[in-house]
T-cell receptor, first 115, second 115 residues
Framework: EAQVTQNPRYLITVTGKKLTVTCSQN?????MSWYRQDPGLGLRQIYY???????DKGDVPEGYKVSRKEKRNFPLILESPSPNQTSLYFC??????????????FGPGTRLTVL | GQSLEQPSEVTAVEGAIVQINCTYQ??????LSWYQQHDGGAPTFLSY????GLEETGRFSSFLSRSDSYGYLLLQELQMKDSASYFC????????????????FGKGTKLSVIP
């Protein structure tokens, strides 16, 4: 089954404690990205990656890091989480061969609470 | 930068037709997409417009006018299960060549379908 998986699905942590949210896709997609979703603000892109070892900032990259060492994986790293990073996070992937379409496949989401 | 405007809430009656508008201001434009998100769920792709005109997929249609920087999602024969949030999204550049490959989402329109 084609899918994007994220782990963990729920996480409560404390300020300053480094954490990683994993994202993996099995569709051989080149493009992967991370979003955060906050009430009234919609989905905001944090980082995206065009392919292995190619990453770039989205609209709200501050406080986050990413890496793309393998095509299927795109972890999101919060080196020193703060309460303002409490949010719902989504990973998404898509192919680059998207002439005529631009379908993003989203993971199930990770609800993060930073105390 | 990019910005997208869509109504925050819409209410419609079961069986009726509803139109959700999206206007955008972007430095470049490659295509307009629509996503549906039920409460507690992940966004799922609905429709894409790369060129002007109407795209139809079952009960859902999407329209784009690039000269007006405007698009809409049309939902026909509304059903209770259509109650969800709907997001428009714009990519400002095709995947080939230099440029930003950010994907920007609107803040979402919460559709409530009532009996």
């Amino acid at each position: 089954e084609a899918q994007v998986t994220q782990n963990p699905r729920y996480l409560i942590t404390v300020t300053g404690k480094k954490l990683t949210v994993t994202c993996s896709q099995n569709m051989n997609h080149e493009y992967m990205s991370w979003y955060r979703q906050d009430p009234g603000l919609g989905l905001r892109q944090i980082y995206y990656s065009m392919n292995v070892e190619v990453t770039d900032k989205g609209d709200v990259p501050e406080g986050y890091k990413v890496s793309r060492k393998e095509k299927r994986n795109f972890p999101l790293i919060l080196e020193s989480p703060s309460p303002n990073q409490t949010s719902l996070y989504f990973c998404a992937s898509s192919t680059l061969a998207g002439a005529g379409t631009d379908t993003q496949y989203f993971g199930p989401g990770t609800r993060l609470t930073v105390l | 930068g990019q910005s997208l405007e869509q109504p925050s809430e819409v209410t419609a009656v079961e069986g009726a037709i509803v139109q959700i508008n999206c206007t955008y201001q972007t430095s470049g434009f490659y295509g307009l997409s629509w996503y549906q998100q039920h409460d507690g769920g992940a966004p799922t792709f609905l429709s894409y417009n790369g060129l002007d005109g109407l795209e139809e997929t079952g009960r859902f249609s999407s329209f784009l006018s690039r000269s007006d920087s405007y698009g809409y999602l049309l939902l026909q024969e509304l059903q209770m299960k259509d109650s969800a949030s709907y997001f428009c999204a714009v990519r400002d550049h095709p995947y080939s060549g230099a440029g930003s490959y950010q994907l920007t989402f609107g803040k979402g329109t919460k559709l409530s379908v009532i009996p």
